[in-house]
């Protein structure tokens, strides 16, 4: 179970599932459980993947215990009808859970795929989302629900060491604790792009090509902290009165960012593209001066991939990957002034920008090679299906 499929389709993002779904076709068969409607529209290429969404018998929300128990007895049936030998459950959400029970009753291994600290994502939603008791109810509610998946689960997939140390920190046995990096999609990893997909952004809304270009690329939601970069915009144009800010991505401060940027007499710089394909942001990445990241993952790989000069809070798992002035700038969480100062010094010492790009693009190919992280994942597969076969 992952994110829509409908969703990867529109950022043109499908052969990432056919790629990272079944690695190498180690699988013979491989059955996704979805809980979007739309995903049963959605035709991947890679054959050896079968989709099936689960109906939800209530509008309420997921986490409702009617559509809880629906979606588990719908699980439960897709694993006997298929003969499933592992369940891979990629968050240590709603996905965790159906995955764990499922794997329990049935005695089928089961495996948690986790990409970060959540708790401090949803304190952030929480914090800087206009907190309410109902939302602190939910937030204890998805901590309990994290530990108890998180416990239970035969393996426990970490994307870095920061997420292995989170995770033994909730108390997960560290020996089943295996750290495997986020895959690139090989086109991605190349590093190439086609910049015609630019040209429709000149006309409107009126991006200036040749001028510099601070790039942000994520959801616009409060765990993002994008919030923080907004107000770092005006103390660049202080200094650079050409650069210019575009934000890809959508969410719900969408529409409190824009009041902000009004509110600020920066508007007339920031554009806000919204959702766009994978080829429209592997263009912005390779003509952007800066990319800043306040709070992230896969998208400081894009960037690397790239040679785009990085500028990211020294916050999670990001210090695994950017060594301040080797592969980046680091800069103190939540700090928007010295946000500023870093994404400044980046468009004035071109040969830093140059130098950080160009080491972070082979760091990338040095230690995050899309095929060698295949294998690693295939060996933690095999590991744990013959530890099951061992016990039966």
Request: hydrophobic share 45%; charged share 25%.
């Given at each position: ?55 939800r ?42 995955a ?29 989302g206009?907190g ?14 994290e ?93 650079r ?27 007339k ?40 000069p ?7 798992w ?61 060996k933690i597969y ?11």
């Open positions: 179970m992952d994110s829509s499929l409908t969703i990867f389709k529109i950022k043109g993002n499908l052969s990432y599932v056919d790629e990272i779904y079944n690695p190498n076709n180690f699988f013979e068969q491989v059955h996704h459980a979805s809980l979007f409607r739309e995903d049963s529209k959605v035709s991947l290429s890679n054959k050896t993947i079968k989709v099936h969404v689960l109906k018998p209530v509008r309420k929300p997921m986490w409702h215990p009617a559509n809880v128990f629906a979606f588990l007895l719908q699980f439960i049936s897709i694993a006997k009808a298929n003969g499933i030998s592992l369940i891979h459950g990629r968050s240590a959400g709603l996905s965790g859970f159906l764990l029970f499922t794997g329990k009753l049935l005695a089928i291994p089961v495996i948690v795929s986790v990409g970060g600290n959540n708790r401090l994502d949803r304190e952030l939603d929480f914090r800087f206009n309410t008791w109902r939302k602190l109810l939910k937030k204890i509610y998805a901590d309990l629900v530990v108890l998946v998180l416990r239970n689960a035969d393996c426990v997939m970490a994307r870095n060491l920061y997420t292995k140390n989170y995770v033994v920190m909730l108390g997960v046995d560290e020996k089943k604790v295996k750290v495997v990096s986020w895959s690139l999609k090989k086109d991605v990893f190349e590093g190439k792009a086609d910049r015609t997909e630019l040209d429709r952004f000149v006309a409107k809304p009126n991006i200036d090509l040749k001028k510099p270009i601070v790039l942000y690329v994520g959801r616009l939601e409060p765990a993002k902290q994008v919030d923080v970069l907004v107000d770092s915009i005006p103390l660049v144009l202080k200094d009165s050409d650069a210019q800010f575009v934000f890809i991505g959508d969410g719900s401060l969408l529409e409190r960012l824009r009041r902000d940027v009004e509110g600020l007499n920066v508007a710089k920031v554009f806000f593209l919204g959702y766009q394909p994978t080829n429209v942001i592997k263009a912005f990445l390779s003509i952007s001066s800066v990319v800043w990241i306040p709070m992230s993952g896969y998208v400081v790989f894009e960037a690397a991939a790239f040679s785009a990085i500028v990211a809070f020294d916050v999670e990001h210090p695994e990957f950017i060594t301040d002035e080797i592969t980046g700038l680091l800069v103190k969480n939540r700090n928007y002034r010295k946000m500023a100062e870093a994404v400044l010094r980046m468009l004035k010492d071109e040969a830093l920008a140059k130098r950080c790009g160009k080491r972070a693009r082979q760091k990338l190919i040095e230690e995050y090679d899309p095929e060698s992280l295949k294998e690693k994942e295939i095999e590991e744990i299906l013959s530890n099951s076969f061992m016990r039966q």
